[in-house]
């Protein structure tokens, strides 16, 4: 039997998570809200009407290039007109840029599934604006024109991913990107973040690039995984049968995980670009590149390799800690603010502080519970101050009221019980309560010393140091 390789290239459409549009005042984002309630004249196309660029949207843009480590960020990029006819597009024409492009070259780092990096090029970078969108009900066509005018940032990716896996890890890097750099909200269910995929297959060993289909409406990154793997079944399905692969267009239907051919390909001739009359050309000279790139942060795979040699952790702390930009300032403050390790910031993080923030649906940075204040818990269990069980309470405690974690444990008498008569008084009340317990211990089952420390520190809520506990109940099971 013939083995085969895939070879795939995506297509990606980002929604840049500016203000307003990118030719006019309208409100850019209008998920959930009513159909056409964010249109003027300018995005509907009316005659007469001219587009004025928005600054923003270059600016992050550029951003999002120099992070792509683009070969050239343009000094002088141009939009021309798309010229196309659909009901969603009242203009006739999308303005996207096409020839000069504001960047060009460029690539993502993105980690495998097999442990090993690899480098996913880009073309180029280009801007356009979003066209509007149709939707169908029974023998009506309705038309939303919100969508028109948002702006979109397409980047192009080289034959370089070879399965539906390394398709969806590109994704998921690159959504992480997206918000690392604060440039899009990059929710693909919400059309934020859009793939197309390019997918072809080749004899293992072949470099020729046979003829591809392009999958189009994929809107998950799980979607795009499936429809990936339909798709490489259905070809190798087509050649095993002696059959050729036509270019065709897919369209993914998420519901049934079916793929249904939509038309043949359109190629660039069709589209009669020309150079857009009614823009001038986006000129980036040196002082306003220099102020946009300032912004540039050090991006997430930088970070998570600094945590690895400056903080001595585990490249696995290092990956969870860098998903998230603000979950990776929150650890960096904690560390500062405390004066212990940093392995320990870490494994309070990963385990308690991540199950915070999933309950209430938060980011770190939207936490009532500061990295102050996770410090200062730290260190007062670390003092033995308190107990592990009570500095986790204290988290959600601090969390809820904002107050500072020592006010609370004076306030609510939290502090670990560490003496001595206290807990001899309380090993006795819980020896006296169970008596049959007792006897089995002292009868040989020394299993049971965990049992009984459990319920010493049920009894104390948690506050009773759970080491001298033992030790104390330990000498009063022996029958003093
Ligand atoms: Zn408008």
């Known amino acids: 039997?013939?083995?085969?390789?895939?070879?795939?290239?995506?297509?990606?459409?980002?929604?840049?998570?500016?203000?307003?549009?990118?030719f006019c005042a309208c409100k850019a984002d209008s998920w959930g809200e009513a159909p056409n309630s964010n249109i003027c004249p300018v995005c509907t196309g009316m005659p007469g009407v001219l587009p004025v660029l928005n600054r923003a949207v270059v600016e992050k843009a550029v951003l999002l290039a120099a992070a792509m480590h683009a070969d050239s960020i343009q000094d002088l990029s141009f939009f021309a007109r798309k010229n196309y006819f659909y009901p969603d597009l009242p203009k006739g024409y999308q303005i996207s840029q096409y020839d000069e492009p504001l960047a060009r070259g460029g690539f993502l780092e993105v980690p495998m599934p097999d442990g090993g990096q690899r480098r996913v090029g880009i073309h180029k970078l280009h801007l356009e604006e979003d066209a509007g969108k149709t939707v169908h009900r029974a023998h009506h066509r309705l038309i939303d024109f919100n969508r028109c005018g948002v702006p979109l940032v397409e980047m192009v990716t080289g034959p370089d991913l070879r399965s539906a896996d390394e398709a969806a890890q590109y994704l998921i890097r690159l959504r992480q990107l997206l918000r690392w750099l604060e440039v899009s909200e990059?929710?693909?269910e919400r059309g934020q973040l859009r793939?197309?995929?390019?997918?072809?297959?080749?004899?293992?060993?072949e470099t020729i690039l046979n003829p591809k289909t392009e999958i189009?409406?994929?809107?998950?990154?799980?979607?795009?995984?499936?429809?990936?793997?339909?798709?490489?079944?259905?070809?190798?399905?087509?050649?095993?049968?002696?059959?050729?692969?036509?270019?065709?267009?897919?369209?993914?239907?998420?519901?049934t995980g079916t793929l249904r051919k939509m038309r043949s390909k359109e190629?660039?001739?069709?589209?009669?670009?020309?150079?857009?009359?009614?823009?001038?050309?986006?000129?980036?000279?040196?002082?306003w590149r220099q102020e946009i790139l300032r912004r540039l942060p050090e991006l997430p795979l930088e970070r998570k390799e600094r945590f690895v040699?400056?903080?001595?952790?585990?490249?696995?702390?290092?990956?969870?800690?860098?998903?998230?930009?603000?979950?990776?300032?929150?650890?960096?403050?904690?560390?500062?603010?405390?004066?212990?390790?940093?392995?320990?910031?870490?494994?309070?993080?990963?385990?308690?502080?991540?199950?915070?923030?999933?309950?209430?649906?938060?980011?770190?940075?939207?936490?009532?519970?500061?990295?102050a204040h996770l410090a200062q818990i730290l260190q007062l269990v670390e003092e033995k101050r308190i107990t592990a069980s009570t500095g986790k309470a204290l988290l959600e405690k601090v969390e809820e009221s904002g107050r500072a974690p020592g006010e609370i444990v004076s306030a609510e008498g939290l502090a670990q019980v560490s003496d001595d008569e206290a807990l001899r008084a309380m090993a006795g009340q819980v020896m006296q309560a169970?008596?049959?317990?007792?006897?089995?211990?002292?009868?040989?089952?020394?299993?049971?010393?965990?049992?009984?420390?459990?319920?010493a520190m049920r009894a104390s809520g948690g506050k009773a140091n759970p080491n001298l506990a033992r030790t104390i109940l330990e000498e009063l099971l022996r029958g003093e």
């Open 216 to 255: 189009k409406n994929v809107n998950s990154i799980e979607g795009v995984r499936a429809a990936i793997e339909t798709e490489i079944k259905r070809q190798v399905r087509e050649v095993e049968a002696g059959h050729v692969i036509e270019a065709w267009t897919l369209d993914w239907d998420e519901e």
């Open 186 to 188: 990059a929710d693909m």
């Open 267 to 287: 190629t660039e001739a069709d589209y009669r670009y020309f150079r857009e009359p009614d823009l001038l050309p986006v000129r980036l000279d040196a002082a």
């Open 1 to 22: 039997m013939t083995t085969y390789e895939t070879v795939i290239g995506l297509e990606t459409h980002i929604q840049l998570n500016t203000a307003s549009k990118i």
């Open 434 to 455: 169970n008596p049959e317990q007792v006897a089995a211990y002292r009868a040989g089952k020394q299993t049971l010393i965990g049992w009984f420390v459990g319920q």
């Open 195 to 205: 793939c197309d995929a390019n997918v072809s297959i080749r004899r293992l060993g």
């Open 309 to 371: 040699r400056q903080y001595a952790l585990p490249a696995y702390d290092a990956e969870i800690l860098t998903e998230e930009r603000s979950l990776s300032d929150y650890f960096e403050e904690t560390v500062e603010a405390h004066a212990g390790g940093a392995k320990a910031v870490s494994n309070w993080m990963m385990n308690d502080v991540l199950r915070l923030l999933r309950e209430r649906g938060l980011r770190a940075g939207q936490l009532g519970l500061r990295p």
